[in-house]
C-alpha cells in the first residue's frame, strides 16, 4: 500500500514555539509522532512533510498522483491564495482531506475562502492537533472500505 501524504504549508514550522493561544503547544514534530502511531496502528504508512514555498508544495501535490494512497493536506496560508495548489488539487484522483488546527470561518474574514475546498473530499478544522488525527481516520475508514471491498466480502 502506498503511504498517505500529510503535507503542511508555510509556517506551520512556528506551531507550539509562537501564538499559543491559537495553535496549541504542540510542535508540528509532536503531531507527527501521534500520527505515525496512529498509522502504524492501522498498517498504514504516512510521508510527512512542511515546507515554506509555494512550488514545492505544489511539487508535491503533483508527486502524490502516483506515490501516494491519499492526501491529507494543511496549506496554511495558501489555502486562501493559491490557484497554483488548486490547479494541482485538480488533476489528482485520490482522498483528499484539508485539515487546519484553527476554525478558518470564526477568524478574519480573509481565512473564509479556501482554495483547497473545491477540490477536497472533506474539510476538518477547528480542533487543533486533533483535526490531524480525525483526517486521519476518514483516511483509514475510506482507504480499508475500498481495500475490503477490492478483496470481496470475505477477504
Ligand atoms: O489553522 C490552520 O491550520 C491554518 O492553516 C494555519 C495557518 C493560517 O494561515 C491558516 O489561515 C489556518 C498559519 C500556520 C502557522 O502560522 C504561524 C504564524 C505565527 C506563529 C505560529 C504559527
Redesign the pocket.
Known sequence: MKPVFILN????N??G???PE??GRQTLADIEQGLRQQALAAGLEIDFRQTNHEGELTGWIQEARDAACALIL????Y??TSIAILDALRALSLPVVE????N?FK?EEF?HRSFVSPAATGLI?GFGPQ?YQLALAAIIAMVQSSDSSNRGIHG
Open positions: 504549508g508555510p509556517n506551520l512556528l506551531i514555539q509562537r501564538e491559537i495553535y494543511n496549506a496554511a496560508a489555502t486562501h485539515v487546519h488546527l484553527s478558518i477568524r481565512r478544522c483535526s
